[in-house]
């Protein structure tokens, strides 16, 4: 297993490779229906950070409806998403360093992607997302956890690219400048997700 690992991730770094594990293996309808009520208002302009190749944001956003952005650092990825959904725009870059004016985000969302970033990182994101978010805006949170009793799952995310999966409170401790409107938890796939709903402070 300590050999399998690396090689998945040298493979999910194409972007084509990660496309199809993301439509084979995740169930991002869990996604859209865990914040459905957080998508149910009037349209609005939704900043979703770390949208690799836009898998996750075609099951939980509708486009035509909503002002959509992706973000992500990696070029390759973005390229696959702007094809594979048109009615998006998806940008390569820094979310430490976004490029967007102040308060001029109703939603921002990080799904699955936490848990590839080390605190120091998420703390710097969370900081220019704070900033392009309005006031009365909300950020949505949703990350796997380790469950006791689930075998594979345990199995499966420890050999994730993502090294940094936390427990619940440990996500939580993460988010400076933000109150938790809403926790809990629900069943993505094999795993357990911790899901938030935060408002800035």
């Known amino acids: 297993m300590a050999l399998v690992a690396p090689i998945l991730g040298r493979l999910l770094e194409h972007p084509a490779v990660f496309e199809l594990q993301q439509r084979l ?11 459905a009520d957080v998508l149910e208002p009037q349209p609005l302009r939704v900043l979703d950070i770390g949208c690799s190749t836009g898998a996750c944001a075609r099951g939980v956003i509708d486009m035509a409806r909503h002002d959509y952005v992706g973000v992500d650092i990696d070029p390759g990825y973005i390229a696959t998403a702007q094809r594979q959904a048109p009615l998006g725009k998806f940008i ?11 308060e001029s985000f109703d939603l921002a969302m990080f799904v699955g992607v936490m848990h590839h970033m080390d605190d120091q990182l998420i703390r710097d994101c969370l900081t220019e997302v704070r900033r392009v978010l309005k006031r009365d805006g909300r950020l949505i949170v949703a990350e796997p956890v380790f469950t006791p009793g689930r075998r594979l799952s345990t199995m499966f995310l420890s050999m994730d690219r993502g090294r940094f999966i936390r427990d619940e409170p440990g996500y939580r401790n993460l988010f400076d400048g933000f109150r938790v409107a809403r926790q809990r938890y629900f069943d993505f796939s094999l795993h357990r997700f911790t899901a938030y709903v935060l408002r800035p402070d």
Do not use: G, K, M, P
Not at 25 to 35: C, D, G, K, L, T
Not at 92 to 102: G, T
């Open 25 to 35: 293996f995740n169930n991002y309808s869990a996604v859209a229906a865990e914040f």
């Open 92 to 102: 390569a870059a820094d979310a430490r360093r976004l490029d967007f004016a102040s």
